[in-house]
Each structure stands twice: as structure tokens, then as C-alpha cells.
């Protein structure tokens, strides 16, 4: 099968910042480059969950999600090496089986969470293997956020 590779130009419409309830106003004091690599990282997150939506365990994932909230929120710390010192936040909404970037930024959220930016940066490098193996993928933040965990 060959490779699709995830156009660097253009976040499809529901990952990109201010989507859904947000503000989309960034209020952290990341960068617009931790945007992008963040962006990227939820479309390939979404792109996988989506590929694999009929499949055990994403399919209860998703459906539990559903479930649980309409409007389920995480704010999500990145961090480098020390995971108590995340330099980064974002708040992803998951809606209808998506996921949705609402804002760069720390704000309340349902539950909070922190992902290692090596692990994005590795995600973001090898899309197609993260989709066609999402196993490979950190989801506990997402696991948390549909209960199931």
C-alpha cells in the first residue's frame, strides 16, 4: 500500500484552532510551531481513529465518548523531558467521533493531561505508520477522556 503523505499547508477544518466552542485565541506561551506540530499530531490521531472506527478497542472508544459527553474536553500539557513541566497547552474537544483543536492555551477543561513532544514530533514523521498501526499511538490522554482507562 502506498504512503499517503498529510499536506504541511492546510489543518483540515476541524483541527484547526477556534473551532467548535472555543475562542481560538492562543493564550500559552508556546509557539506557532508547537501549533502546527500539535495540529498535525490531532489529524493524524483523527485520521487513524477514524480509519480503524470499526475496530476493537477504537470503536468502543469512540462509541463510549459519544456516550459519556457530547462536548468531552482535555487540556493537554507538552512537555520535553520532565513531565510536571509541560511548556506548551492545548484543548482538544472530542464531537462527534473527532476530534477538534479548540484553543492554544491553558483553560478549563474536563480533564487534563500530558503528552511528550518527542512523541508528537515521531508521530507527525511517520503519519502513515501511526494510521495503519494506531496501537502505536499514546492515546491514554484520549482514553481518559472517554472514560475508558
Not at 474536553?73 to 506548551?88: M, N
Request: contains cysteine; proline residues 6%; aromatic residues 8%.
Amino acid at each position: 500500500m502506498k504512503p499517503t503523505p498529510i499536506p504541511s499547508t492546510e489543518t483540515p477544518a476541524h483541527l484547526s484552532i477556534g473551532r467548535g466552542s472555543g475562542n481560538g485565541s492562543p493564550a500559552g506561551n508556546g509557539s506557532s510551531d508547537s501549533n502546527a506540530l500539535f495540529a498535525r499530531y490531532l489529524e493524524v490521531v483523527d485520521r487513524a481513529l477514524d480509519r480503524n472506527r470499526d475496530r476493537f478497542p477504537y470503536k468502543q472508544i469512540l462509541d463510549v465518548g459519544e456516550q459519556v459527553s457530547d462536548e468531552a474536553t482535555v487540556a493537554v500539557g507538552i512537555y520535553e523531558e520532565r513531565l510536571d513541566e509541560p511548556h506548551d497547552w492545548f484543548v482538544v474537544e472530542l464531537k462527534g467521533g473527532h476530534l477538534f483543536l479548540e484553543r492554544h492555551g491553558r483553560a478549563e477543561a474536563g480533564l487534563t493531561c500530558k503528552i511528550r513532544e518527542s512523541h508528537l514530533e515521531e508521530v507527525v514523521e511517520h503519519p502513515d505508520q501511526y494510521i495503519e498501526s494506531p496501537c502505536r499511538l499514546d492515546l491514554d490522554w484520549f482514553r481518559q477522556t472517554t472514560g475508558i482507562g
